[in-house]
């Protein structure tokens, strides 16, 4: 076991309320429009993509090309990823989040334009991939960006709260989108919605856009970023910069952050991350067509139980960030793991009970514990896990490697398993291999509440 990095700084770091808030909103924002382009995209790729844009061929084959325009997101967040995170660690965190979120909107508006299949053929699913190519690719780093902000600004004694607004901002993102689909299609007959509907919460995406940058033009670069020793006139240092310099102020404290041997604080990140997204994969996503399709539960069931469980997210969010400011993240995540793992199989019994108010109360439970409270410790765990030097980088990375392999393939595994056994215990081992997974990795890995964000080097 790792020993504790280092108390809380005492050090005078109180930003202006004004433009913490500033940093605040933006963050809510960034992620909240982030969800609500996936998941308005995710839902459009369920309900109507495959006959806009695909209905040369059977319903089936339709609906897992229209989901397949849905997947290649993943693997350009990947690639986002790496790209802005690199530029975020070298010209500033404000300079790439303003570039994301005007990506993001962009690319959303522009799919509720698209010609369909019966206007221009084979060139409307090309041109709706490549779109969500660029979604994706500007939403790999709009997430991670937004945590390294507003963990940058925040006072470290706050830091956990003031975090926790970016999984506000992904519940917020992730209701709206529902609910302007839901509204949609309870209000449209199926021709109103093919010919014109469709494109109305794409187009709406404009309007989020607009203010969102508007914000962000006016929010202020990160102070960890401009105080750190290895940055000059706003760019950082490259290696060779960095050797060649005569005259450069803390050269030693530089130099120790670039020898340091990395990899172990990216893993044990990596860990943290694989319990909150292998859950929310099984939970959020693979347990709703469990629920409808292997259970023969009404489809409203398992849908109407993860709004309810996000409403009291609002409420659990908040409260775990201000618990891992007062107790630390190490204990919380040992705690929380511990117990999503213990009600697992309680949870899946509940869940195949039939009973309507056993599956709600149960996903409501697994989602506020297993998913949400892991997600409001992530995202200013992570973020004291890295050095200033390349936080950005390493905390998108670790966010979507971590989701490919937990919330991609889980669900996959799951159905696999499932399939075969003919029973749900898969899905309880799963949930605890996720959990124990995040269990071991806060064990080995150090407390970091309070460190000192302008550091360099990795917490281990």
Same mark, same amino acid.
């Given at each position: 076991?790792?020993?504790?990095?280092?108390?809380?700084?005492?050090?005078?770091?109180?930003?202006?309320?004004?433009?913490?808030?500033?940093?605040?909103?933006?963050?809510?924002?960034? *992620?909240?429009?982030?969800? $609500?382009?996936?998941?308005?995209?995710?839902?459009?790729?369920?309900?109507?993509?495959?006959?806009?844009?695909?209905?040369?061929?059977?319903?089936?084959?339709?609906?897992?090309?229209?989901?397949?325009?849905?997947?290649? &997101?993943?693997? =350009?967040?990947?690639?986002?990823?790496?790209?802005?995170?690199?530029?975020?660690?070298?010209?500033?965190?404000?300079?790439?989040?303003?570039?994301?979120?005007?990506?993001?909107?962009?690319?959303?508006? /522009?799919?509720?334009?698209?010609?369909?299949?019966?206007?221009?053929?084979?060139?409307?699913?090309?041109?709706?991939?490549?779109?969500?190519?660029?979604?994706?690719?500007?939403?790999?780093?709009?997430?991670?960006?937004?945590?390294?902000?507003?963990?940058?600004?925040?006072?470290?004694?706050?830091?956990?709260?003031?975090?926790?607004?970016?999984?506000?901002?992904?519940?917020?993102? *992730?209701?709206?989108?529902?609910?302007?689909?839901?509204?949609?299609?309870?209000?449209?007959?199926?021709?109103?919605?093919?010919?014109?509907?469709?494109?109305?919460?794409?187009?709406?995406?404009?309007?989020? $856009?607009?203010?969102?940058?508007?914000?962000?033009?006016?929010?202020?670069?990160?102070?960890?970023?401009?105080?750190?020793?290895?940055?000059?006139?706003?760019? =950082?240092?490259?290696?060779?910069?960095?050797?060649?310099?005569?005259?450069?102020?803390?050269?030693?404290?530089?130099?120790?952050?670039?020898?340091?041997?990395?990899?172990?604080?990216?893993?044990?990140?990596? @860990?943290?991350?694989?319990?909150?997204? @292998?859950?929310?994969?099984?939970?959020?996503?693979?347990?709703?067509?469990?629920?409808?399709?292997?259970?023969?539960?009404?489809?409203?069931? &398992?849908?109407?139980?993860? $709004?309810?469980?996000?409403?009291?997210?609002?409420?659990?969010?908040?409260?775990?960030?201000?618990?891992?400011?007062?107790?630390?993240?190490?204990?919380?995540?040992?705690?929380?793991?511990?117990?999503? =793992?213990?009600?697992?199989?309680?949870? /899946?019994?509940?869940?195949?009970?039939?009973?309507?108010?056993?599956?709600?109360?149960?996903?409501?439970?697994?989602?506020?514990?297993?998913?949400?409270?892991?997600?409001?410790?992530?995202?200013?765990?992570?973020?004291?896990?890295?050095?200033?030097?390349?936080?950005?980088?390493?905390?998108?990375?670790?966010?979507?490697?971590?989701?490919?392999?937990? *919330?991609?393939?889980?669900?996959?595994?799951?159905?696999?398993?499932?399939?075969?056994? @003919?029973?749900?215990?898969?899905?309880?081992?799963?949930?605890?291999?996720?959990?124990?997974?995040?269990?071991?990795?806060?064990?080995?890995?150090?407390?970091?509440?309070?460190?000192?964000?302008?550091?360099?080097?990795?917490?281990?």
């Amino acid at each position: 076991m790792t020993e504790s990095i280092s108390p809380p700084i005492t050090k005078p770091e109180a930003k202006p309320t004004k433009e913490l808030a500033k940093v605040a909103v933006s963050g809510w924002l960034g *992620t909240a429009m982030e969800f $609500m382009d996936f998941q308005l995209y995710s839902l459009a790729a369920a309900i109507v993509f495959n006959k806009l844009f695909f209905p040369d061929v059977s319903p089936i084959i339709g609906l897992i090309a229209a989901m397949a325009t849905y997947g290649v &997101g993943y693997v =350009a967040r990947l690639a986002g990823a790496v790209y802005f995170g690199r530029m975020g660690d070298r010209i500033g965190r404000k300079k790439v989040l303003f570039i994301t979120i005007a990506l993001m909107g962009a690319s959303t508006t /522009l799919i509720g334009v698209l010609p369909t299949y019966a206007m221009i053929g084979v060139w409307a699913p090309i041109m709706l991939v490549a779109l969500r190519l660029a979604q994706g690719f500007g939403a790999g780093a709009e997430i991670a960006g937004a945590t390294v902000m507003l963990a940058e600004f925040a006072p470290a004694r706050r830091r956990g709260l003031i975090s926790s607004l970016v999984c506000l901002g992904t519940n917020s993102g *992730t209701l709206a989108a529902s609910a302007i689909w839901a509204i949609l299609v309870s209000t449209l007959s199926e021709a109103d919605l093919l010919s014109w509907g469709w494109r109305i919460p794409f187009l709406f995406s404009f309007v989020l $856009m607009i203010f969102a940058v508007w914000v962000r033009r006016s929010v202020k670069e990160s102070p960890v970023f401009e105080e750190r020793a290895d940055v000059v006139d706003g760019v =950082a240092l490259s290696k060779r910069e960095i050797a060649a310099a005569e005259e450069l102020a803390k050269t030693r404290t530089i130099e120790a952050a670039l020898h340091q041997r990395k990899g172990k604080a990216f893993l044990i990140a990596l @860990g943290l991350r694989f319990g909150q997204a @292998g859950n929310s994969g099984l939970i959020q996503t693979f347990l709703i067509g469990y629920l409808a399709t292997v259970l023969l539960v009404d489809k409203s069931v &398992g849908t109407t139980a993860i $709004m309810y469980g996000s409403l009291v997210g609002f409420v659990t969010i908040p409260v775990m960030g201000m618990l891992g400011d007062r107790f630390g993240r190490r204990p919380l995540y040992l705690v929380l793991s511990s117990l999503t =793992a213990l009600f697992a199989i309680p949870m /899946l019994m509940m869940v195949t009970s039939g009973n309507t108010a056993l599956i709600t109360v149960a996903m409501v439970i697994g989602l506020n514990l297993g998913v949400l409270s892991l997600f409001a410790m992530e995202s200013v765990t992570m973020a004291e896990f890295f050095g200033a030097r390349t936080r950005f980088t390493q905390l998108a990375l670790a966010k979507e490697i971590g989701g490919i392999l937990a *919330t991609a393939i889980g669900p996959l595994l799951a159905a696999t398993l499932t399939a075969i056994t @003919g029973h749900w215990w898969p899905l309880a081992a799963m949930l605890i291999a996720y959990s124990l997974i995040t269990l071991i990795s806060a064990f080995v890995g150090p407390e970091v509440r309070g460190r000192d964000m302008v550091r360099l080097e990795d917490a281990v």
